[in-house]
RNA sequence: GGUCGGAUGGCCGAGUGGCUAGGCACGGGUCUGCAAAACCCUCUACAGCGGUUCGAAUCCGCUUCCGACCUCCA
């Protein structure tokens, strides 16, 4: 029993976060498929995740932290006849499909560093798990959950859905997915293999030039998209395990079906807590290629998108999601991400003005409050913006004592400095991002600091404006405060 | 069409039957040769119309508007 709380988007409230064998958490999130270089939106998830990652390790558990990488089976649709999305790219740049695949996990990667997000204890690769995805299909057919048709196995929605739930995580009726199917746009090849049409894939037979297929005992073929993670979560953290996450946009079909799979064979619900984080927008609608929206993590990062006043740093974006909460929509908009960077800056800045403040006899601070209602923000569902909201109210704190308005004594500022940089780094995960200049530049700026005070002494004002302006220019920035000159550099 | 979720001050974004969200911007101030930066203080909103209640932004109903999902999706 932990203080934790999760909204539980299987039973839909909010329980107390209870582990299966404590002290060890297992968590599977359902990591990006590799077929193009990450955009925002594949920002909040890792995000998001990293935090619960973190304070449950705060918190002393052992968490086995398990991220897929789905780099086969992610079908484009049924038209294409089996094409998946990582071939189809393949074909278009004459490259190897693993190749493609390595070259958008590094990417992945690359974001995930820059972000600060500690790296999974395992991530999985759906091409590397072919043998335990046949295995888990295999028993789905002879517990008669499936079947197989030309080459092609299929998931059984409606032999499974007279035992079991089917559509009870993202809240659909089985008969109105019955009667809703193909009433509308979306006309599919393949459907007539099907027995119906809310049947999912779990194996799908390949054509002659299909690049990427393994034998199996249906033929030659690729696994369909929802058994891998099914197969995976499974042999690295068993058949029930404590937290399973992803975006919002999965709940159906994919995380309806993962459990339809799970059950299948004979096992459980396969997470005891499930949590989906929302979706990022602009001008309130989700980022889409067909909505010509999106913006690439390196376009954000350079600043290289028309939607882009300017480049926002990787610590500017992970502070933008957590000021609002994982469940509820995120607007993209520049003014945000520029409020969210000063903000940052701020706290950031607190957390070296800490170090440099004094203690005094008596104290003013009643700082175990301060602590506990930073707490009760993240035990709450994971508030972040809440939690940043109290985070705050220490930096006017600090900030005040460092200016003198306000007294803290020995203890209390030990208190202090230790989980507000506990909260601000281990847990949200922020770090500086200054680059640690040369000691040369530094010289250097030392020495026209010295020359432009010297000025200032003689009232020169004509030099120290020429040195300021110059070094302006060059995006380097003189900021006179109380202790003297410091400088940034842009 | 079906299912679900929203509408909060200039912007972003929490929360919730009576008690300060917070950030950014604006305004005032400290500092300063000037400026910038930094810091302090200030700023009281909950779509519309009804209803329940001693009291509602928070509960109920209706209206308007917006979004997500419905086998590509973080």
Sequence with gaps: MTALK???????????????????VGIYVCGPTVYGFPHLGHARGPVVFDVLHRYLRHL???VRFVRNITDVGHLVNDADAGEDKIAKKAKLEQLEPMEIAQFYTDSYHQMLNSMNVLPASIEPRASGHIIEQIEMIQEIISNGFAYEVNGSVYFDVLSYSKQHDY???????????IAG???????????????????????????EEHIMQWNSPWGKGFPGWHIECSAMSKKYLGETFDIHGGGMDLLFPHHESEIAQSIACGGQQPAKYWMHHNMITVNGQKMAKSLNNGISIDEFFSGNNVLLEKAYSPMTLKFFILQAHYR???DFSNAALQASEKGLNRLLAASETLYKINPSANNEVDVDKLVEKCYDAINEDLNTPILIANLFEMVTTINNIAAGNIKIGT????????????????????????????DKIDGLMHMLIKMRNEAKIQKN????DQIRNELSSLGIELKDGKDGTSYTLN
């Design 6 to 24: 999760i909204y539980d988007t299987y039973k839909r409230e909010t329980l107390s976060f209870e582990p299966h064998k404590a002290p060890f």
């Design 411 to 438: 203890n209390e500022l030990e208190i202090l400095r230790k989980n507000y940089n506990s909260f601000v780094f281990d847990i949200l995960g922020l770090k500086l991002e200054q680059e640690v200049n040369s």
């Design 328 to 330: 509820g929509t995120l």
């Design 60 to 62: 002393g558990f052992k």
């Design 461 to 464: 004002y004509s030099v120290s």
């Design 167 to 177: 559509g009870k995580l993202s809240g659909r009726i089985i008969e109105d997915l």
């Design 181 to 207: 199917a193909g009433n509308d746009a979306r006309v599919l090849e393949g459907q007539d293999e099907k027995r119906n049409s809310n049947d999912f894939a779990l194996w799908k037979k390949a054509g």
